[in-house]
């Protein structure tokens, strides 16, 4: 796991260098990475409650903000259509009170069952408006890219749902959801692997992704632990599966196929 600790700095750097919108693929991956951002927060921000990883969960809380305002921007300016330009201007406000939850307290126990009923809205309009511009395009790899986007909310999701479950916050939903986007995961990685428009890069970065889930997997397992080594081996997992996963999404974008 020492080796896994330094790969951390990595997964707590920001994701998303790109300084506005590109083309449709761009949009489709920025427009996932607010998912997977609504869930790293939260993910971020119980895991200062539990007191684990702390420094790198308030760098990447910081830092996750301030991607997510930055994105909600870009996205709201290229949107093409008024369906858009509506579901940004939801997610705006949305966002806005769950800003609001993330910093206006301590983050504590009692305070995390709002939480989750917050960053949902947030998760379900980014999810929205990412199905949005996948619709906009007519070219098959864009659906390759929301897909692969995905993945790095799930990785977030299961993250999040295993630091809350260890606090015994709706403890059967959160191994519910957890098995749930599990599943999905699996599954969304097999499509992955076998997409005609996989490249050789592509295909070797997901088999790094598959060695990434393995230590993920394992972490996952010790929910009921709730020892300090489970808690902080989630959170160094799921950072990098995440990073795997961010440079799989632009490698789909990138295609032009």
Known sequence: ??????????????????????????????????????????????ALVHKTQSTAAQQILDRSMALFDRQLVELKAYAPNA?????YADLEVAWSEYKGALVGSHPSRDGAGGLLDTDARVLALAHQGTVQYEAVTSKPVGKLV??????????????????AAALHVEPTQAQAEIGKARSEFLSAMELLRNAPEATNGIKDQLALADNQWLFFDLALKEINSASPKALSDMFVTSENLLAVMDRITGLYAGLKA
Request: net charge positive.
């Open 1 to 46: 796991m020492k080796r896994r600790e330094l790969l951390i700095l990595a997964g707590a750097t920001p994701l998303g260098l790109q300084a506005q919108v590109l083309d449709l693929n761009d949009a489709i991956n920025k427009a996932g990475r607010q998912r997977m951002l609504s869930q790293r927060m939260a993910k971020a921000w119980l």
């Open 83 to 87: 369906e858009l330009r509506k579901t």
């Open 146 to 163: 929301n897909v692969a986007g995905r993945q790095r909310m799930l990785s977030q999701r299961m993250a999040k749902y295993f630091y």
